[in-house]
């Protein structure tokens, strides 16, 4: 289940929502969005809370509050890295950063790692910085993969060491959590 607060499920139209966390009797289940009521606070006045159906609901909603908690767990050990390429490599390089984050945490997503944040830094010669997330370990591997496929590309001596410079100055990544994994 995705996570949601009850206002987002609001604007999405949407009639309930699941927090991933605990209502006040200790219930882990989805709540409405017109009381905010949560849905296992209401059904044990109709179920008895001993009941198969509560027991089993219970059961995986845990699992899926557990499986939340182990992907935010995941994110937050991934920095951005920004790299400059040409925007014709970009799927490529995206792929490599989810290669790699995907050996280190396997329930990783494509969207976990390629955040698709608009190129910043565009040069002359076609390139820009795009932005990425990955362990810390493999920003080396990641920049490497990266400037193998701009060392590819023709460009004139000139153009290419204005690329690298600009390069070099980004060349730290940036440990900031991002804000929609708060």
């Keep these: ?4 607060t009850r206002k987002q499920a609001l604007l ?6 699941f927090t991933g966390n605990a209502c006040k009797n200790g219930h882990i289940s989805y709540r409405y969005v ?14 008895g809370v ?8 219970k059961k995986r909603l845990l699992e899926a509050s557990a499986a939340v908690q182990a992907k935010n767990l995941i994110k937050e050990n991934l920095v951005l890295v920004k790299v400059r390429m040409f925007p014709s490599e970009r799927e490529n390089i995206a792929l490599a950063a989810y290669c790699l984050a ?7 997503t494509p969207e976990d790692v390629d955040p698709r944040i608009a190129p910043v830094g565009r040069e002359a010669s076609g390139t820009a910085l795009y932005s990425f997330y ?13 400037d193998a496929t701009f060392a590819s590309y023709p460009l004139d001596g000139n153009a290419r060491e204005r690329a690298i ?6 060349a730290e990544p940036d440990t900031t959590p991002p804000m929609s994994f708060k």
């Excluded at 289940?1 to 949601?4: H, L, S, Y």
């Excluded at 995907?102 to 990783?108: E, K, V, Y």
């Excluded at 410079?165 to 980004?170: I, L």
């Design 50 to 57: 001993e009941s198969e159906t509560v027991k089993t609901r």
């Design 34 to 47: 017109q009381s905010g009521a949560c849905y296992d606070c209401i059904r044990s006045i109709k179920i």
């Design 12 to 17: 999405a139209g949407e009639n309930k929502y």
């Design 102 to 108: 995907a050996m280190r945490f396997p329930s990783i």
């Design 134 to 146: 990955c362990h810390d370990q493999d920003i080396g591997v990641l920049r490497k993969t990266a």
């Design 1 to 4: 289940m995705e996570v949601k």
């Design 165 to 170: 410079a600009n390069a070099q100055r980004f």
